[in-house]
């Protein structure tokens, strides 16, 4: 499945696509720090900068899902919540992106204050406006603890699908596509269908092992950076330049130096901005696995009736 994203950050969305085995497209991130990681990691997706002024058009029907987690300052608890008067209020830019780029998949994020600002005003008016442009929605609210996260993060979710409506014209390609190949190989149909269950679950399989591998992995190194760090600074040493020279940012740190011209600084602080505004893969990947699953009894569902 292909997969492009809007207000990108660090790429929580286009990782989870990644584990997924989905080919990223596109991103659309204005921030200098989150560009320069979406630039690292995923090199051949177009990188798109101020969505005010990006056309997206050159992608009609070429998306099969499409995600944003359009900017919550305005309606977030922490903020001045002044919605539809705050700059950032950008929904209406993301619709528009929609609306150009017709995915079958609309996968929007934003903080659970969106829900009771000005009464659920922008609540409701996400869904009606997804609806007129001929999706389902069904809205969810999925805290970042239910991927047993350390902290609650409860953020609200549109998961939108295209019903043919007046949306994304690659839903009536892909039906087209699917009944072609079930009456290509009707004769063959429980052959293809076992097969396609199978391959399937190994895909499944092994986008799980790979993110149960790469938690290890992150696990490990974390065990070692702490052993390193006990073993080599104690507490006396830590604190001795205090406060000139932070004792977190001894020895072995885990910054990464693999994002060329940026301070240490620079990257402490813009990571710690990035992670504080940033999706949490972890839940989007148990959301894609669902779409996922969905398609293929869509899939199957359709070469059933088709050889009755």
């Known amino acids: 499945m292909t997969h492009g994203s809007l207000f990108s950050g660090i790429g929580g969305f286009d990782l989870a696509a990644e584990w997924m085995g989905w080919e990223n497209k596109f991103h659309c991130e204005w921030n200098e720090f989150g560009q320069k990681v979406l630039k690292y990691y995923w090199p051949k997706s177009e990188l798109f900068t101020d969505i005010t002024k990006s056309d997206f058009t050159k992608y009609a029907d070429k998306i099969d899902v499409l995600t944003g987690g359009f900017p919550c300052q ?27 780029v017709k995915p079958r998949w609309v996968i929007g994020e934003n903080v659970l204050g969106l829900v009771n600002w000005n009464g659920g005003l922008v609540f409701h008016e996400v869904q009606t406006d997804l609806e007129a442009q001929g999706y389902e929605v069904f809205p969810y609210v999925l805290p970042a603890c239910s991927v047993n996260a350390p902290h609650l993060r409860f953020r609200i979710w549109f998961v939108a699908h295209s ?15 699917d009944g072609e190949i079930s009456e290509r190989n009707n004769d063959a149909k429980s052959c293809n269908t076992n097969k396609i269950n199978v391959a399937h679950t190994k ?11 790469g938690n290890i992995k992150k696990t490990q190194q974390k065990e070692c950076r702490k052993k390193q760090f006990s073993r080599t600074n104690s507490s006396q040493d830590r604190w001795g330049g205090f406060p000139s020279v932070s004792p977190i940012h001894y020895g072995d740190d885990g910054i990464s130096d693999r ?38 009894k869509r899939a199957s569902d359709s070469t059933s009736s088709s050889s009755m």
């Open 163 to 177: 019903n043919n409506k007046g949306g994304s014209t690659r839903f009536a390609q892909v039906q087209k596509e």
């Open 203 to 213: 895909c499944i399989r092994w986008n799980e092992k790979q993110y149960e591998d």
């Open 74 to 100: 305005p309606y977030s608890m922490a903020g001045k919540r002044l919605g539809k008067e705050d700059d950032r209020h950008l929904w209406p830019e993301m619709l528009r992106a929609i609306r150009e």
């Open 259 to 296: 994002l060329d011209s940026i301070t240490f600084s620079k990257w402490r602080s813009e990571s710690i901005k990035a992670g504080g505004n940033a999706i949490v893969p972890q839940v989007v990947y148990q959301i894609f696995k669902t779409i996922e699953l969905y398609e293929h």
